[in-house]
C-alpha cells in the first residue's frame, strides 16, 4: 500500500516540520528524495543522513524560493540526478500573522513570492519532467487557513486560498497524466508556530478547538502525502485534503 517504490520525489522546504515528515516517509515508501531547503543546511543533512538510513539515495539542494532563477536551478538539478522525477511536494512556505496595519512591503513579499508564487514557479519548472515520467503527482501544502478565515495573517490565507485554487486549476490542465492534489493541515507543532504553542494559552486555545483534542505533528501529515504520491491515489485528482484533527467543522 502507498507503495513509492523506484520514484524520484522532489520536497521542498525538506529541512524542517512537515517537509521534513515528507521527506523521510516518502523515504520509508521507497522513494529516492530530492530535498530542497533555504537556510538550513545542518536541517537538510539531517533528513539526508536518515533517508540514506533508510536504504534510499538523496541529494540535497538549496533554493530560495523566492529566486526565480534559483526555483529554476533547483528543478533542473533534481531531474538531470536521476533523469527523472515521478513527485513532487511544495511544502516550502512562510507564515506571517501581521495584523492589516503591520503589513509592510516584506510581510507581504514573503508570503506571496514563497508559498503562492514559489509553489507555481516550482510545479512550472517541473513540468518537462513530471510529463516525461509518463504518472505524475504533484501535492502542495496549503493550511485550513486557505479556505476557513480567522483574523489577521490576511496575506497568508489569501495566498493559500491562492494554492488551492492554483491546484485545481493545474489538475484540469495537467490530466490526465499528472495529478495535482493539495493536502490543508491544522495547527501542527513546527517552527512556523512554536510562538503559538509554547504558549500555554493559544495552545490550550487550539487544543480546546481542535475536535480530535491536539496538535498535530509532521507525522500526522505525511502519511496523507505519501497516499497521494502513490499510485494508490490514481484516480485523486484537484483534491484538497484537510488534515486538521476535525478543526476545519468549526
Ligand atoms: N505548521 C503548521 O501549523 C502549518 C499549518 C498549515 C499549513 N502549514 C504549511 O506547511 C508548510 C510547511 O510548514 P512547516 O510548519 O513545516 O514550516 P517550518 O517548520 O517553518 O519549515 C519551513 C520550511 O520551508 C523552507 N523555506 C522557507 N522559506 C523558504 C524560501 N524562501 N525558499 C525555500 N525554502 C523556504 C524552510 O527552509 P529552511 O529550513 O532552510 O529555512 C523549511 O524547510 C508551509 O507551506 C506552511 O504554510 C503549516
Do not use: C
Given at each position: 500500500m502507498f507503495d513509492l517504490s523506484d520514484s524520484v520525489v522532489l520536497v521542498t522546504g525538506a529541512s524542517r516540520g512537515i517537509g521534513r515528515a515528507?521527506?523521510?516517509?516518502?523515504?520509508?515508501?521507497?522513494?529516492?528524495?530530492?530535498?530542497?531547503?533555504?537556510?538550513?543546511?545542518?536541517?537538510?543533512?539531517?533528513?539526508?543522513?536518515?533517508?540514506?538510513?533508510a536504504g534510499r539515495d538523496t541529494r540535497v539542494i538549496r533554493a530560495d524560493l523566492r529566486d526565480r532563477a534559483a526555483v529554476a536551478a533547483l528543478v533542473r538539478e533534481a531531474g538531470a540526478w536521476k533523469g527523472r522525477l515521478d513527485g513532487l511536494v511544495t511544502s516550502?512556505?512562510?507564515?506571517?500573522?501581521?495584523?492589516?496595519?503591520?503589513?509592510?512591503?516584506?510581510?507581504?513579499?514573503?508570503?506571496?513570492?514563497?508559498?503562492?508564487?514559489?509553489?507555481?514557479?516550482?510545479?512550472?519548472?517541473?513540468?518537462?519532467?513530471?510529463?516525461?515520467?509518463?504518472?505524475?503527482?504533484?501535492?502542495?501544502?496549503?493550511?485550513?487557513?486557505?479556505?476557513?478565515?480567522?483574523?489577521?495573517?490576511?496575506?497568508?490565507?489569501?495566498?493559500?486560498?491562492?494554492?488551492?485554487?492554483?491546484?485545481?486549476?493545474?489538475?484540469?490542465?495537467?490530466?490526465?497524466?499528472?495529478?495535482?492534489?493539495?493536502?490543508?493541515?491544522?495547527?501542527?507543532?513546527?517552527d512556523m508556530n512554536r510562538g503559538g504553542h509554547e504558549d500555554p494559552g493559544f495552545r490550550r486555545r487550539v487544543e480546546r478547538s481542535t475536535p480530535l483534542g491536539r496538535w498535530g505533528e509532521p507525522e500526522d501529515i505525511a502519511p496523507v502525502v505519501r497516499y497521494l504520491l502513490s499510485r494508490d491515489a490514481g484516480w485523486v485528482t484537484g483534491s484538497v485534503i484537510g488534515v486538521d484533527g476535525g478543526i476545519a467543522l468549526r
Open positions: 515528507i521527506a523521510l516517509e516518502a523515504a520509508r515508501a521507497g522513494a529516492d528524495l530530492v530535498l530542497g531547503f533555504r537556510a538550513d543546511a545542518p536541517g537538510a543533512e539531517e533528513v539526508s543522513a536518515r533517508v540514506r538510513k516550502a512556505g512562510t507564515y506571517d500573522g501581521s495584523s492589516t496595519e503591520e503589513v509592510g512591503d516584506r510581510e507581504w513579499d514573503d508570503v506571496v513570492r514563497i508559498d503562492l508564487e514559489g509553489t507555481f514557479r516550482t510545479v512550472q519548472a517541473a513540468l518537462p519532467w513530471l510529463r516525461a515520467a509518463g504518472r505524475a503527482s504533484v501535492v502542495t501544502i496549503s493550511s485550513v487557513m486557505g479556505s476557513h478565515a480567522a483574523a489577521g495573517a490576511a496575506p497568508y490565507q489569501a495566498g493559500k486560498a491562492g494554492v488551492e485554487q492554483m491546484t485545481r486549476a493545474l489538475a484540469l490542465e495537467l490530466a490526465p497524466k499528472i495529478r495535482v492534489n493539495a493536502v490543508a493541515p491544522g495547527f501542527v507543532r513546527t
